[in-house]
């Protein structure tokens, strides 16, 4: 049974950092891609960034590109979400994401496995 379990999450205030980390098991994710979105209330679920577990790619939301950056460290199978200059419009529930295939990273719909998800509130 794969898991994704978030962490890492909180109130900061603008122009702080915080980092995410999501923690996956349960089965062998060489091949795929890991990813982070997320959604705030009222809002369809957003495309934040991704990566491949074999090569490291990354890809990013226009919204986020620049100041967060994505990376994996697969012994640990951990993925990661740095994010610097938070700006309010960046409060979310964050959520991990597991595509079996790394291909068409940047649709929800496309993947396979999801996480419970983090708050990020940024005050302004």
């Known amino acids: 049974q794969v898991q994704l379990v978030e962490s890492g999450g909180g109130l900061v205030q603008a122009g702080d950092s915080l980092r995410l980390s999501c923690a996956a098991s349960?089965?062998?994710?060489?091949?795929?891609?890991m990813a982070w979105f997320r959604q705030a209330p009222g809002k369809e679920r957003e495309f934040v960034a991704a990566?491949?577990?074999?090569?490291?790619?990354?890809y990013y939301g226009d919204s986020v590109k620049g100041r967060f950056i994505i990376s994996r460290e697969p012994m640990k199978n951990t993925v990661y979400l740095q994010m610097n200059s938070l700006e309010p419009d960046d409060t979310a529930v964050y959520y991990c994401?597991?595509?079996?295939?790394?291909?068409?990273?940047?649709?929800?719909?496309?993947?396979?496995?999801w996480g419970r998800g983090a708050q990020v509130t940024v005050s302004s």
């Open positions: 990566v491949t577990w074999n090569g490291g790619s990354t």
């Open positions: 349960g089965r062998t994710f060489s091949g795929s891609v």
């Open positions: 994401a597991n595509r079996i295939y790394a291909t068409r990273v940047y649709f929800a719909g496309e993947y396979d496995y």
